[in-house]
């Protein structure tokens, strides 16, 4: 008999090998129907109507695990569009445009396509961070996984050899991550209000670069949540001025009542990567003394890297 007082790690067979031997059933009327399917490998069950409760438990809890797993601690996430392009690519739009709608919108695209260059920069100086003593991993670059904006984040990341998240969505017309997500790290949303809880859950600073709805609706739930206490404040950094001036009349809502004069100490406004890192690290600074330090060092050494 052993002396060992320990007991099995468990007495039930694990599912996995329960799905194993459950793929191919003795062939009978009753294992040939729908109803004898294991509950979590029966495709039909897992996407009645009355699972969506379920559903919604499971893209919760996918990313959060394997997020887990990969010691990601924190996250800067960067909001933007899926339409402006690089400079270059940009300046193709211009010169192949037709009719005049299409070259001032291209040259509207043109001009807004500096962002993709100062996202890449951001995330770069962001992703050299890197892990904390215990190997957690902080202000991991994270993009909605898609082109433009999305893709200059993670590319960043990429070209310093940092990790980085991708939170893709299904949509009607096909969507497939930009090359630059780091792998284990790309995940794919039915649900967009699970996808917009994973941007947050994580987040200690946000990057809002010129967009559309996506990008309005990303940024002023956030704004919202913070607004109303559910979230506690963390930096919000709005790249593009002159866009948001002209396409949100922010002063217009504190003159017409509907938010507080205060609420707009919510958004500061940057046009380059190194002042808006130069302002993530001010607003830590006070929690975290090193912080400061540490932080200039990186910025220092990415200019330094060219």
């Not at 007082?5 to 129907?33: C, G, I, K």
């Not at 002023?220 to 948001?244: H, M, N, S």
């Not at 890192?277 to 090193?290: L, R």
Request: include cysteine.
């Amino acid at each position: 008999m052993s002396n060992d007082p320990h007991p099995p790690e468990r007495v039930f067979p694990p599912a996995r090998e329960d799905a194993v031997n459950a793929a191919h059933p003795t062939p009978l009327p009753q294992t040939s129907d729908p109803a004898y399917r294991l509950a979590f490998q029966d495709m039909d069950f897992l996407l009645r109507e009355d699972l969506r409760p379920v559903r919604f438990q499971l893209e919760l809890l996918k990313p959060e695990l394997l997020l887990d797993e990969a010691k990601i601690a924190s996250t800067f996430v960067m909001y933007g569009s899926a339409r402006i392009p690089e400079p270059a690519a940009a300046q193709t739009l211009v010169d192949t445009a037709i009719t005049d709608d299409q070259r001032r919108i291209a040259e509207r695209l043109l001009a807004k396509s500096k962002y993709y260059e100062v996202a890449r920069d951001l995330a770069k100086i962001a992703s050299k961070v890197g892990a904390d003593a215990s190997g957690w991993k902080q202000f991991v670059v994270c993009s909605g996984g898609g082109p433009s904006i999305m893709e200059a984040a993670n590319r960043g990341a990429r070209e310093v050899g940092a990790d980085t998240i991708g939170l893709n969505i299904v949509l009607p017309h096909e969507q497939a991550p930009n090359d630059y997500v780091t792998p284990h790290l790309s995940f794919n949303f039915h649900y967009f209000a699970l996808r917009k809880m994973h941007f947050l859950l994580r987040a200690r600073a946000i990057a809002v670069f010129p967009g559309g709805f996506g990008t309005f609706d990303e940024a002023f739930e956030l704004l919202t949540l913070i607004q109303t206490g559910k979230v506690k404040p963390i930096p919000i950094i709005f790249f593009g001025r002159d866009f948001w001036d002209r396409v949100v009349n922010f002063q217009a809502l504190v003159e017409e009542g509907v938010i507080a004069a205060k609420d707009l100490d919510l958004i500061t406004y940057c046009e380059t990567a190194e002042e808006a890192w130069d302002y993530v690290c001010n607003y830590y600074a006070d929690a975290d003394p090193d912080w400061r330090r540490e932080s200039s060092m990186v910025i220092d050494r990415s200019a330094q890297d060219g």
